[in-house]
């Protein structure tokens, strides 16, 4: 959906877990276009701070623009799926913005904001950013397999044409791989959203998945059982047919919450 949508050329600018739901089929929809612009008239828009790209953060609060190009415009919303993935699979929830720019978890929403533009400024020209990037990713979403360098760095230095049907990585391997890329600072580094969907597709790794059941249960590989949730609904059922059959009451609106709730 999202590939779409930016062929549209439109911006969702509000990539977020909140804001992806699955259907019947377990595929995902994106949901909420309250900030969504058209690049052709407009650039980025206000949404969530702690999934939005840092090159949005300076064009919404400090009205700078990194880039005028439509294609890299468009990675914004790459950055906020990367983020919003790393949030979902990491051990503890953690925000990537949050961890790469080093802003305490108490910060109200202008210091983060102060901390996020000017600590970017600094991190974007440190040449050791690769390794911070990598360290954090296998760390949040503990990974415990050793990537090869060199295959970030054929990757990187020729993202369009490599033939990556040359190199067998692992799954873990894959996703440190896909969140690098999707997660760089610098949007000149950045891919574009078709290649990252060239790099899913061909080894089809299963990053929103956690058969340990650890995470919400729409990211779930199988259903979680409803018994306990049937449960509580009978339970609710039969008491209100107690009320009603031995105390002569009706609650309406008792019955539609036990309806709503099944």
């Known amino acids: ?99 790469i720019f080093n802003i305490p978890s108490d910060s109200n929403h202008d210091m983060f904001i102060y901390n996020s533009i000017k600590t970017y400024k600094k991190i974007v020209t440190d040449k050791n950013l690769d390794n911070i990037i990598l360290d954090i990713i296998k760390q949040k979403l503990n990974i415990k397999s050793i990537l090869k360098s060199d295959i970030i760095n054929i990757l990187k230095d020729d993202i369009n044409s490599f033939n990556i049907n040359n190199i067998t990585i692992t799954e873990d391997e894959l996703r440190l791989i896909v969140l690098y890329f999707m997660l760089q600072i610098n949007v000149f580094e950045r891919p574009t959203l078709q290649f990252i969907i060239e790099l899913i597709e061909l080894y089809n790794p299963k990053l929103l998945v956690d058969d340990q059941f650890e995470k919400p249960q729409a990211f779930h590989n199988s259903p979680i059982s409803v018994a306990g949730g049937t449960g509580i609904f009978f339970s609710f059922l039969i008491f209100y047919f107690y009320l009603l059959l031995f105390k002569n009451s009706i609650f309406f609106e008792y019955l539609s919450f036990c309806i709503l709730f099944f």
């Open 1 to 99: 959906e999202l590939e779409l949508i930016n062929n549209k050329k439109y911006l969702h600018n509000d990539i977020k877990a909140d804001n992806i739901l699955y259907d019947k089929d377990s595929n995902p929809v994106i949901i909420d276009f309250g900030s969504a612009v058209n690049i052709k008239y407009s650039g980025y828009s206000s949404g969530t701070i702690l999934t939005m790209s840092p090159e949005a953060m300076l064009f919404i609060f400090e009205n700078k623009m990194i880039s005028t190009e439509e294609i890299e415009i468009l990675k914004s919303d790459l950055y906020s799926l990367g983020s919003t993935i790393f949030n979902l699979l990491s051990k503890d929830n953690s925000y990537f913005t949050q961890l």
